[in-house]
């Protein structure tokens, strides 16, 4: 079992704080995480799940190399790229084939496949509790793929970053992209408040700011001032969580 220690972010050796978050090392190592709907889970290089609760890590039975959960609930992937939900506690294979699932949608879920293939999940069938569902297929090439309430952005594989137009809960697969200049991600994630942060290929940090009903894909990017760099990246209730390469957990909040 994993327990919770609260430091400082460990820096070239020793402790610092950034000028703009204060950071907690989190006990444990993990390859993958996110958080959403007020919960957060994750995935060691073992494949195996953990569940943040009341400060602690609980292990959750099953193998994923990737887990999500959000509105739509929890699901994974498994090393075989086989879909699961995760429902009346415990796992259940659903149709299809995905290497990487978002479930941070409006209780749809999207996804992208190993050939970087584009598929989204309607909210009539992630909340049906069936296994045997058919998905949309989008146009388009994106490896990391990542939804909220104000739509969905993704990356592709020369780390280009888009957003897609029209999503909504019952037309998941929406229609057009619109590149949003002035960064290059290796992945990305929407929070529960529609917060957009990803990670660059050097492992720093940005925040897309500026983002608004009206103007779902925000205005420009910021890259936060953080202590070392980063591989996974993932936002919810004023909680940004990080992993670096090591597998190290940081849980850091923002100074009002």
């Excluded at 953080?226 to 850091?252: A, H, M, Q």
């Amino acid at each position: 079992m994993l327990f919770a220690v609260s430091l400082l972010l460990l820096c070239s050796g020793v402790f610092c704080i950034s000028s703009d978050y204060e950071c907690t090392l989190i006990p444990g190592k993990l390859k993958q995480i996110d958080a959403g709907a007020g919960e957060v889970y994750g995935v060691n290089s073992n494949d195996k799940i953990y569940r943040w609760v009341k400060n602690d890590w609980q292990l959750i039975p099953g193998n994923l190399k990737h887990v999500t959960v959000g509105p739509a609930g929890v699901w994974g992937v498994n090393s075989a790229d086989q879909i699961f939900r995760f429902q009346n506690n415990k796992w259940m294979q659903v149709k299809g084939s995905m290497k990487q699932v978002d479930a941070g949608g409006p209780k749809f879920l999207a996804g992208v496949n190993a050939n970087d293939n584009i598929y989204c999940l309607k909210r009539s069938c992630t909340m049906s509790g069936v296994s045997d569902v058919s998905y949309a297929k989008l146009d388009g090439s994106i490896k990391y793929y990542t939804c909220g309430s104000l739509g969905c952005w993704g990356v592709n594989a020369y780390n280009m970053i888009y957003y897609r137009n029209n999503v909504t809960p019952t037309f998941c697969q929406g229609h057009g992209w619109q590149e949003i200049k002035g960064g290059n991600l290796a992945m990305l994630e929407v929070g529960s408040d529609n917060a957009v942060y990803g990670v660059t290929p050097a492992g720093s940090v940005l925040r897309r700011d500026g983002i608004t009903a009206a103007n779902p894909v925000g205005t420009t990017w910021t890259e936060l001032d953080l202590c070392g760099t980063y591989k996974d990246v993932t936002f919810d209730n004023s909680y940004l969580w990080l992993l670096n390469n090591d597998g190290d957990i940081f849980r850091c909040s923002q100074f009002k």
